[in-house]
């Protein structure tokens, strides 16, 4: 079940009666699989990322049965990082995996059930459901409870001030709707963060052989894999400095080198020049200050690689 964005001009509904306010967090959204034993970490799209996260196989033995909804973090400083979790979310190979952990651990976030001893609890009410989540033990520092609060405007004050992503408003009643992204879900970033493609890239001036600058784009609302290419929205270079990201994108900038633009609008020439072209099907997380008047993302910075969604859920704004 997703969120759908507050409306600008009204913001979160405010009823505390009828609603209930989560922090945002700014991680991985996962499904946590507990049946006898064994844990089983999945992505939104369905991918089995659980030797990502080497430190949370505690929880395997939590409960006999069980499914949550959660966001896998890491804290930097005490506020989860985007940065520090997309470091982590793609890795595969288990040594890797343990020595990351070590370095950024993962906490498991939980903020919903949907079984319990092989009960399915969807068509339960969010009330039904919390108080249900709420009644399971806590297994260790990995697994925390999302807490719940009543008043709408202290939390938004507080996560503005501690610098945490935003708020989520859900209404009590509410059923689950698994894969809907429903106006029972309502959410407010403080922080504007944007999914984009890479089109292109270009080197460094003063060294060829590192990544300069990413050509960014946006796919057209409906885009599918033979459908219209990417809208320009300008290039990132901040963020991209540090030896991880250089390392992370070259491989995967490499194997997506193509002889033409992927975009359908025109990039300008300062941007284009030097740029070697990639099949946009690498995704980049970005944070940004606004948009020009020419729709260019405003001093964005590179945040990390996304692997856990695709140009599709971007274009149709299926994201968390």
Not at 118 to 126: H, P
Request: hydrophobic content about 40%; overall charge positive.
């Amino acid at each position: 079940m997703l969120a759908t964005a507050a409306d600008p001009g009204r913001g979160l509904p405010a009823d505390g009666r009828e609603w209930a306010y989560e922090v945002k967090w700014d991680g991985i959204r996962v499904f946590a699989d507990l049946h006898d034993g064994v844990l089983r970490l999945t992505s939104r799209r369905g991918n089995d990322v659980t030797p990502a996260y080497p430190e949370l196989a505690a929880l395997a033995t939590a409960h006999p049965d069980a499914l949550l909804d959660a966001e896998v973090v890491v804290l930097r400083g005490g506020v989860p990082s985007f940065e520090a979790i997309a470091e982590r979310m793609h890795v595969r190979d288990r040594q890797r995996a343990r020595v990351l952990a070590a370095v950024a651990p993962a906490t498991l976030i939980v903020f919903d059930v949907l079984r319990l001893y092989g009960v399915d609890l969807t068509a339960r009410s969010w009330q039904e459901r919390r108080e249900v989540l709420e009644r399971l033990a806590a297994s260790g520092s990995a697994w925390h409870l999302s807490p719940v609060y009543d008043d709408r405007d202290a939390l938004l004050t507080a996560t503005l001030e501690q610098r945490l992503e935003g708020v989520v408003a859900k209404r009590r009643a509410s059923r689950y709707a698994p894969g809907e992204r429903s106006p029972d879900w309502v959410k407010l970033a403080h922080r504007r963060t944007q999914t984009c493609v890479v089109g292109g890239w270009r080197p460094e001036t003063s060294d060829v052989r590192r990544i300069g600058a990413l050509l960014l784009g946006i796919p057209p609302a409906g885009a599918g894999p033979d459908g219209d290419g990417p809208r320009f929205a300008g290039r990132v270079g901040s963020g991209l400095a540090a030896a991880a990201a250089q390392q992370q994108l070259a491989p995967l900038l490499g194997a997506r080198r193509r002889a033409t633009s992927p975009f359908a609008t025109p990039v300008p020439r300062e941007d284009a020049r030097g740029a070697t072209w990639v099949t946009p099907t690498l995704l980049v997380e970005v944070r940004y200050l606004g948009h020009t008047e020419g729709g260019r993302l405003r001093q964005p910075v590179f945040l990390g690689v996304r692997t856990d969604v695709t140009a599709s859920d971007v274009a149709a704004g299926r994201l968390g």
